[in-house]
């Protein structure tokens, strides 16, 4: 079965400083994979996924299939980017289920 | 802006009791999720609907819980009967078709006490 991991539960950097949320996954196939963000009292949305390259945010995220990761990174981080971020997976073969990792709280200190 | 809709934000029942949530996907939208996510861990789903049928409700523990969106709009998922191990935060997220962007409601936390 599919398993997506964020070694870090809780991240804290100063504003300004450059930022790696790390995601790892285990499957076999060519899965899909995404980085959700949830913001103080708002709801969970989607940042960005693997197969559109682009940058939300200031946000990138590069799949690495021989590492098995999907690690996201800003260079500059700015306090609002606080919240908390899951990395998430799709099979090829599994329709919409996506399979989430435990999240990662990020706090930017001023 | 279209949102996913959910009630209650906030439902505390006792133990061996009923409880059910409530959610209305955004217009149009196709595909319907319920997902629960246990404090300190992400989502899992539970159940998946394209219109009024279940696609996926391989992680749904049928003996106590059932779901079902019967016009191919709004969707309740139930719980009878609520076991403390339930305590958790309830997803509904709806999408146009499968494989396109899911949008997550505001979530039900549920206490069982």
């Known amino acids: 079965a599919q398993r997506v991991t964020q070694p870090e539960k809780l991240l804290s950097v100063f504003k300004g400083a450059p930022v790696e949320l790390k995601c790892n996954y285990s499957y076999s196939g060519s899965p899909e994979l995404f980085w959700y963000v949830q913001y103080s009292r708002q709801r969970l949305q989607l940042l960005l996924r693997?197969?559109s390259r682009e940058s939300i945010k200031g946000f990138t995220a590069d799949l690495n299939k021989g590492e098995t990761s999907f690690h996201l990174k800003k260079p500059f981080a700015q306090e609002e980017d606080s919240a908390m971020y899951y990395c998430a997976l799709r099979r090829e073969t599994s329709g919409s289920r996506l399979t989430f990792g435990e999240g990662t709280q990020l706090t930017v200190n001023p | 802006e279209a949102e996913v809709a959910q009630s209650p934000r906030y439902k505390i029942t006792e133990k061996s009791q009923a409880v059910a949530f409530w959610c209305d996907p955004i217009?149009?939208?196709?595909?319907l999720y319920w997902y629960r996510q246990i404090l300190g861990q992400g989502p899992e789903l539970l159940v998946q609907?394209?219109?009024?049928?279940?696609?996926?409700d391989s992680q749904l523990p049928k003996d106590r819980f059932s779901a079902e969106r019967l016009k191919g709009v709004d969707s309740t998922l139930k719980i009878q009967p609520a076991e403390l191990g339930d305590s958790a935060m309830y997803l509904c997220?709806?999408?146009?078709?499968?494989?396109?962007?899911?949008?997550f409601g505001q979530g039900t936390r549920l206490t069982v006490v």
């Open positions: 693997h197969i």
């Open positions: 997220a709806s999408s146009i078709q499968e494989n396109t962007e899911a949008f």
């Open positions: 609907f394209q219109d009024e049928s279940v696609v996926d």
């Open positions: 217009s149009g939208h196709a595909t």
